[in-house]
């Protein structure tokens, strides 16, 4: 069975930092693209970030550019989001997600996790 757990969220002041983590079994995802993915309340879910599998090629959404670095290590069969500078509207359901290249998990990932809540207090 396929799994892809999210750890790592939490509650934290803006201008803190969070590291997300996403572990996967059932299968090795090295050579899948990897991302994340956030829903807030009252809004769908949107795009955040991904790398490819290699970790060569990153990408972002404009609005996370320059806090948030995505990362993996593929001997864990995990992918990482280092989360700096947060704000309140950063606040979300964070999923993250796998595909078989860049653009198939930016458009339409194959897998997802369950989730893990980020809060950022004012």
Same mark, same amino acid.
């Given at each position: +069975? =396929? +799994?892809? =757990?999210e750890s790592g969220g939490g509650l934290v +002041? *803006?201008?803190g #930092?969070?590291?997300l983590s996403c572990a996967a079994s059932g299968r090795t995802f090295s050579n899948y693209a990897r991302g994340w993915f956030r829903q807030a309340p009252g809004k769908e879910r949107e795009f955040v970030a991904a790398i #490819?599998? @290699?970790?060569? @090629?990153t990408y972002y959404a404009d609005s996370v550019k320059g806090r948030f670095t995505i990362s993996r290590d593929n001997a864990k069969n995990t992918v990482y989001l280092q989360m700096n500078s947060l704000k309140p509207e950063d606040t979300a359901v964070y999923y993250c997600a796998a595909g078989g290249e860049l653009r198939t =998990? =930016? *458009?339409r990932p194959d897998y997802w996790g369950q989730g893990t809540q980020v809060t950022v207090s004012s």
């Open positions: +069975q =396929v +799994q892809l =757990v +002041q *803006a201008g #930092s969070l590291r #490819s599998w @290699s970790g060569g @090629s =998990v =930016v *458009a």
